[in-house]
């Protein structure tokens, strides 16, 4: 009897894997429970969420970084311009550079997800086809001198005279602020605007004209002779 019994729990058993087979067996995982590497994510939602969210906030509306949601931005950086900044970041500001190979956490898939999602979801095909639109870097030296006259004419109704900062928008000329942000980044700003602030962009910021290259350069070069080196010192930098 007692053999008899035995038998009949083996034969049981093997029947009850008989039916559900070795792949649904309880406590296996699917492979949606499967958690990946970081290396392997592709997800475009998880990669930038959890590397570009926090600075240029969801949906790339803007945080404290500039807002990549902005498709005047993405008229004129191309894809190897963006590439580059995730890749190596912009040294002397906040923007890290993501790349593994720069010491970053991406892959250079993962970058390549970033870049083309970035373009696909938030980009705007002919939105700057204008030949007089600014470059998105300047080959040439700005001039201070007229950078001011510039500032006045398109910056000093939201920025304060001297940039000192209005009601409407805040101090622009803070040596610790100019501290902390490129030339480059400057002129991006300028050109793009921030629309998640209300920064109006190159052609907007004036009712009489849209600015010029030229007027984006020197505006920069005025504000650049502002920066300090020295993060915290109300002193600008006097070479």
């Given at each position: 009897m007692r053999v008899q019994h035995r038998l009949g729990g083996f034969l049981g058993l093997v029947a009850l894997f008989g039916f559900t087979g070795c792949g649904k067996l309880p406590g296996r995982p699917t492979p949606a429970d499967i958690v990946l590497k970081p290396s392997a994510v592709r997800d475009f939602a998880v990669i930038y969420g959890q590397n570009c969210a926090g600075?240029?906030?969801q949906d790339g509306r803007g945080n404290c970084s500039l807002a990549l949601n902005n498709p005047e931005y993405l008229a004129i950086a191309n894809d190897d311009v963006?590439?580059?900044?995730?890749?190596?970041g912009t040294p002397g500001t906040m923007m890290p550079a993501f790349a593994s190979q720069a010491g970053g956490t991406l892959t250079n898939e993962q970058i390549e997800v970033l870049v083309h999602e970035i373009r696909a979801r938030w980009g705007s095909a002919g939105i700057l086809q204008s030949r007089f639109r600014p470059a998105y870097a300047s080959s040439e030296e700005g001039d201070p001198a007229r950078g001011v006259l510039t500032y006045g004419q398109f910056c000093e109704s939201c920025h304060g005279s001297e940039g000192k900062g209005t009601s409407r928008a805040g101090q622009i000329c803070d040596p610790t602020f100019l501290a902390l942000v490129s030339d480059q980044s400057?002129?991006?700003t300028i050109i793009a605007g921030r629309p998640d602030l209300g920064h109006p962009n190159w052609r907007t910021c004036s009712p009489d004209r849209p600015m010029t290259g030229r007027d984006v350069t020197d505006v920069v070069a005025w504000l650049s002779g502002k920066r300090s080196r020295f993060p915290g010192s109300d002193q600008p930098d006097r070479k």
């Amino acid at each position: 009897m007692r053999v008899q019994h035995r038998l009949g729990g083996f034969l049981g058993l093997v029947a009850l894997f008989g039916f559900t087979g070795c792949g649904k067996l309880p406590g296996r995982p699917t492979p949606a429970d499967i958690v990946l590497k970081p290396s392997a994510v592709r997800d475009f939602a998880v990669i930038y969420g959890q590397n570009c969210a926090g600075c240029h906030g969801q949906d790339g509306r803007g945080n404290c970084s500039l807002a990549l949601n902005n498709p005047e931005y993405l008229a004129i950086a191309n894809d190897d311009v963006i590439r580059q900044v995730i890749s190596r970041g912009t040294p002397g500001t906040m923007m890290p550079a993501f790349a593994s190979q720069a010491g970053g956490t991406l892959t250079n898939e993962q970058i390549e997800v970033l870049v083309h999602e970035i373009r696909a979801r938030w980009g705007s095909a002919g939105i700057l086809q204008s030949r007089f639109r600014p470059a998105y870097a300047s080959s040439e030296e700005g001039d201070p001198a007229r950078g001011v006259l510039t500032y006045g004419q398109f910056c000093e109704s939201c920025h304060g005279s001297e940039g000192k900062g209005t009601s409407r928008a805040g101090q622009i000329c803070d040596p610790t602020f100019l501290a902390l942000v490129s030339d480059q980044s400057l002129r991006t700003t300028i050109i793009a605007g921030r629309p998640d602030l209300g920064h109006p962009n190159w052609r907007t910021c004036s009712p009489d004209r849209p600015m010029t290259g030229r007027d984006v350069t020197d505006v920069v070069a005025w504000l650049s002779g502002k920066r300090s080196r020295f993060p915290g010192s109300d002193q600008p930098d006097r070479k």
